[in-house]
T-cell receptor, first 115, second 113 residues
Framework: AQSVTQLDSHVSVSEGTPVLLRCNYS??????LFWYVQHPNKGLQLLLK??????LVKGINGFEAEFKKSETSFHLTKPSAHMSDAAEYFC?????????????FGAGTRLAVHP | SQTIHQWPATLVQPVGSPLSLECTVE??????LYWYRQAAGRGLQLLFY??????ISSEVPQNLSASRPQDRQFILSSKKLLLSDSGFYLC????????????FGDGTRLSIL
């Protein structure tokens, strides 16, 4: 069965320092994985997606994620945090169920960025 | 480019009143459409999905219903709202092929008094 575990519910960084948001997945076949970001009272915005092409995936706003099959991980990183990065981040795995793409969401990681 | 519109942004309704939330998608044809609810401090719960006009599937039993009268229109309804229906409702669309991401609207914050 597919599942997603986000290892940190809260992460706090200083502006200008690196960001690491951790995600482990469980999948019985080669998964499709996504990272979404949600700012307060907004919908979810797709940051990046992995669909079995390159293992290092570059997304919007300077974020990237690396798919590591041996570690079943898909961690999200950014070299230098901005204040505008403060938001909730969701790691998501996709599976086909009943003719549609069902998304399995992690519980989310709230990122705080301090000046 | 594709866009998704959801309205209203916020809604305050008394218990027992009806509900209608609307979602429309532009710039794509025959999308899969989804309604989610996000309770405060919790993850997203899939309520309904639709793979075509008039085709609605429900993920969980509840006080709500959904309809898809047109290809790019998805409506979430209730005849009588309950306090437990409060939450943040998100509409999303996705492509028909495998491994397609979903794209979300800005959501409706529903408060039941």
């Amino acid at each position: 069965a597919q599942s997603v575990t986000q290892l940190d519910s809260h992460v706090s960084v200083s502006e200008g320092t690196p960001v690491l948001l951790r995600c482990n997945y469980s999948s019985s076949y080669s998964p499709s994985l996504f990272w979404y970001v949600q700012h307060p009272n907004k919908g979810l915005q797709l940051l990046l997606k992995y669909t079995s092409a390159a293992t290092l995936v570059k997304g919007i706003n300077g974020f990237e994620a690396e798919f590591k099959k041996s570690e079943t991980s898909f961690h999200l990183t950014k070299p230098s945090a901005h204040m505008s990065d403060a938001a909730e981040y969701f790691c998501v795995v996709s599976l086909i169920s009943g003719g549609y793409n069902k998304l399995i969401f992690g519980a989310g990681t709230r990122l705080a960025v301090h000046p | 480019s594709q866009t998704i519109h959801q309205w209203p942004a916020t809604l305050v309704q008394p218990v027992g009143s009806p509900l209608s939330l609307e979602c429309t998608v532009e710039g794509t044809s025959n999308p899969n459409l989804y309604w989610y609810r996000q309770a405060a401090g919790r993850g997203l719960q899939l309520l309904f999905y639709s793979v075509g006009i008039g085709q609605i599937s429900s993920e969980v039993p509840q006080n709500l219903s959904a309809s898809r009268p047109q290809d790019r229109q998805f409506i979430l309804s209730s005849k009588k709202l309950l306090l437990s229906d409060s939450g943040f409702y998100l509409c999303a669309w996705g492509g028909q092929g495998p491994n397609q991401p979903q794209h979300f609207g800005d959501g409706t914050r529903l408060s039941i008094l």
